[in-house]
């Protein structure tokens, strides 16, 4: 695995992959790498030629000082990571890469509602802070196939209607959640959770089946209600439990609609806010 640090040698030697027609996979990540980034590196590389990933932790995604400051890091398990899983090449760049001056991080993109529903309502200016580093790092690289984790589905999402909206012709596959043994979604921020934590955070996933089980026949709002209630007193904190559409995420009240359908969930257990999400209709 070749590593860049810096995006003028990275583009030169793009360019000279480019010019041999190869098709290049990327895969944008934060780090701490867990066995989920794995499965979107090994998409990759059954789909395209070159697999590039990028470690950078975007400061201006974070709308809480002390979750950027608490993201986990492990850079050399994850250099360890990529070579074992047969990257070709990493892209870690210093923030002065990305963002040379403070004028640099404050592009807007009309992402529309998308924006500020769930995961935005909750996060405020999170899809601009991940358009902006998404824009740049789509520009550096110009893949042809993009990877990304189901997990962060709203994202998911957001990063289409960017690759819509810069008018780039880059595919894109959403790869399904992988999960611990006890169900829960894998997840850099799993690291802060200990053993027990991480069994009760698994509660998340077994909701969002129970609701899914029970759904068409009973209704949304009182499966919603009850799963919350019983959330909160088992100590976690919910940000949101939703069904929405699995397109556009328009939220609804109930399972009645031909659409393909998605439960999304977001909570805090203790520190750690996790999320999750499972689709009802396909
Ligand atoms: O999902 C992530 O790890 C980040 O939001 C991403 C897409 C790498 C942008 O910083």
Redesign the pocket.
């Given at each position: 695995m070749i590593v860049f640090k810096h995006s003028k040698y990275l583009r030169l030697y793009l360019g000279y992959i480019k010019r041999k027609g190869l098709s290049i996979g990327f895969v944008?990540?934060?780090g701490a790498l867990h066995e989920g980034h794995l499965s979107l590196i090994s998409q990759s590389r059954k789909n395209t030629d070159i697999t590039i990933c990028?470690i950078?932790v975007?400061p201006v995604?974070f709308n809480n000082k002390d979750d950027f400051q608490k993201y986990p890091s492990s850079i050399e398990n994850d250099i360890l990571l990529l070579e074992e899983a047969g990257c070709d090449i990493l892209f870690m760049p210093e923030e002065q890469e990305i963002y040379p001056d403070d004028a640099s991080k404050v592009k807007h993109f009309d992402i529309g509602l998308i924006e500020n529903i769930l995961e935005g309502k909750f996060r405020p200016g999170h899809f601009q802070g991940?358009c902006n580093?998404?824009e740049k790092l789509l520009k550096i690289i110009e893949p042809s196939h993009l990877f990304?984790?189901q997990k962060?589905y709203q994202?998911c999402l957001v990063?289409s209607r960017l690759i819509q909206l810069l008018n780039l012709n880059i595919g894109i596959s959403i790869c399904p959640i992988l999960r611990e043994p006890v169900g829960l979604a894998m997840s850099s921020r799993n690291r802060r959770l200990n053993e027990n934590e991480r069994k009760n955070a698994a509660i998340l996933y077994e909701t969002l089946n129970n609701i899914r089980n029970k759904l068409p026949e009973e209704n949304f709002l009182k499966l919603k209600q009850a799963a919350i209630s019983d959330l909160e007193n088992k100590g976690f904190k919910i940000d949101y439990l939703e069904l929405a559409k699995s397109d556009d995420l328009e939220i609804l009240e109930n399972s009645n609609s031909n659409n393909s359908l998605i439960l999304l969930i977001a909570a805090f257990l203790n520190e750690v806010r996790l999320i999750d999400n499972l689709m009802v209709k396909d």
């Open positions: 944008p990540t934060m990028s950078f975007n995604q991940v580093v998404v990304l984790g962060d994202q990063i």
